[in-house]
């Protein structure tokens, strides 16, 4: 089955790091950009940024550069998005995307507070 | 960056109505755009590609157009599990969203 499967939902603290996860399934993970995408309460879809799996290069938007990390590894096809220090304006949803016409995955909800 | 804007921003519908949502972009994307749909609840689910392409097991109700600047998404005859929200995708440059259509229920 082509899918996205996210990790659970988090609760953590200002300050403190996280790392979500986004595995891929059913298609060739290599040749298609993931994308992450917030998703504040309430609000509407912002792109945050890409990864292209094959050789790890990336575009953040400028409103997320610098604060988020995204990163992939092929061989697990797993993209990943991570930050180092969370902040309470953080506490959101997040989704992964392929640019293959697959499912959205199911959205992490992160709570920093 | 491409900036995406919607028209309009919320609006009320009867079953069988026929609904038109408008996007536009601040550049010429070509027909690089997707229409998203979002239930309450739920992740987004594309409903069409290339401004106009149809994913397969999406009804025929829905249909869009444009190219360029300005786009067009349209659902002939709302039923009751269209009522949702509705963003328009540009992926010429980089990705942006526009802000979203909110359908509600008359």
């Known amino acids: 089955e082509v899918q996205l499967v996210q990790s659970g939902a988090e609760v953590k603290k200002p300050g403190e790091s996280l790392t979500i996860s986004c595995k891929a399934s059913?298609?060739?993970?290599?040749?298609?950009?993931i994308f992450w995408v917030r998703q504040l309460p309430g609000k509407g879809l912002e792109w945050m940024g890409r990864?292209?799996?094959?050789?790890?290069?990336?575009n953040y938007s400028p409103s997320f550069q610098g604060h988020v990390t995204i990163s992939a590894d092929k061989s697990i096809t797993t993209a990943y998005l991570q930050w180092s220090s969370l902040r309470a304006s953080d506490t959101a949803i997040y989704y992964c995307a392929s640019t293959r016409h697959v499912p959205w995955g199911q959205g992490t909800v992160v709570i920093v507070s | 960056d491409i900036q995406m804007s919607q028209s309009p921003s919320s609006l009320s519908a009867s079953i069988g109505d026929r609904v038109i949502i408008t996007c536009q972009a601040s550049q010429d994307i070509s027909n690089f755009l997707n229409w998203f749909q979002q239930r309450p609840g739920q992740a987004p689910k594309l409903l069409i590609y290339?401004?106009?392409t149809l994913l397969p097991g999406v009804p025929s109700r829905f249909s869009g157009s444009g190219f360029g600047t300005n786009f067009t998404f349209t659902i002939n005859s709302v039923q009751p599990e269209d009522f949702a929200t509705y963003y328009c995708q540009q992926y010429d440059s980089l990705i942006a969203f526009g802000p979203g259509t909110r359908l509600e229920i008359k």
């Open positions: 290339d401004a106009s």
């Open positions: 990864i292209n799996p094959r050789d790890s290069s990336t």
């Open positions: 059913g298609y060739n993970f290599a040749s298609y950009w």
